[in-house]
């Protein structure tokens, strides 16, 4: 367990020394006044009589309960915080194996008396806190933000966090199988940032199915978006999640299926890490 802190430490320092992890809330910081400054709302009773978005007026044509805005409204930005936080935690995290085998500092942790397993698990859950401490600040400062305007609490926005960091734990295992493989952090970011938008654009894989010619390249495509994250599948459970009874329809279409695959996918490749690190010489 000592071992285990240690290392967690370790990246927490390397990320406060190599300004990662100012810029990683600074930008967070930043993105939270605009959206504090941006919204004005004027309540009368319980309910919406006007609004202001980015000083612009809204129309609002009779009463609309302040229950049913707070829930419609989180609903819809818990969407963009999805790929906020997610593209975020890509960008501070996807450096923690590539540095970590740099030459000197590769050395250093392998002398300690410590096994490469535990050594990439433990920059793996390192990886988990700094990202998971980045939703937990963004979307608990933004509900607190909603529930400050309006005097509404809406927990399910941020029960949403969970299923943000669920996908983040898949999109960080490929991000260090990559780092394992390349040993570079720029094409970590960028294959993992390919792999979000890939899986996004499977999401579609009927359709584009349906207008291939041929049976094998039809096959290639499901199996492809079997074994790639969910990533549009997850979000739009994160959206009806939130949204609560407004969309508790769409919700009850959600299946385990997209979780369950995301979540093999995920431990996969973290495996694939682990044993290629154990395997791999410096």
């Not at 605009?34 to 006007?50: E, P, R």
């Not at 049913?68 to 997610?86: A, H, W």
């Not at 988990?128 to 509900?143: F, R």
């Not at 299946?255 to 973290?270: E, K, M, N």
Request: glycine share 8%.
């Amino acid at each position: 367990m000592k071992v285990l802190m240690a290392n967690i430490e370790d990246v927490m320092r390397e990320a406060a020394a190599r300004w990662t992890l100012v810029a990683y809330f600074f930008l967070s910081t930043i993105f939270i006044l605009i959206f504090a400054s941006a919204i004005n709302l004027d309540i009368v009773d319980g309910a919406l009589a006007g609004a202001k978005l980015f000083g612009k007026q809204v129309e609002v044509s009779g009463s609309m309960s302040i229950e049913k805005l707070v829930m419609g409204f989180e609903s819809g930005f818990s969407g963009i915080l999805y790929v906020l936080c997610t593209f975020l935690a890509i960008f501070a995290t996807a450096h923690l194996v590539p540095r970590m085998q740099e030459k000197g500092t590769i050395d250093l942790y392998l002398s300690r008396p410590v096994s490469r397993l535990k050594l990439i698990l433990s920059r793996y859950l390192a990886g988990m806190i700094l990202a998971g401490s980045n939703v937990l600040y963004l979307m608990l400062s933004i509900w607190l933000i909603v529930a400050w305007k309006t005097h509404v609490l809406h927990p399910r926005f941020l029960l949403g966090g969970v299923v943000i960091l669920f996908l983040i734990a898949s999109l960080l295992a490929f991000a260090f199988l990559i780092g394992v493989v390349t040993s570079s952090t720029a094409v970590s970011i960028m294959a993992t940032v390919g792999i979000f938008l890939f899986g996004a654009m499977l999401a579609g894989h009927a359709r584009i199915e349906a207008a291939l010619s041929k049976e094998w390249e039809a096959a290639a495509i499901k199996g492809l978006y079997w074994i790639m994250p969910k990533t549009a599948e997850i979000g739009a459970a994160v959206v009806a999640y939130v949204g609560g009874p407004q969309m508790h329809n769409d919700f009850l279409k959600i299946t385990p299926a997209p979780f369950v695959s995301t979540a093999i996918s995920g431990f996969v490749c973290l495996a694939l890490a682990s044993w290629l690190f154990q395997r791999k010489e410096f």
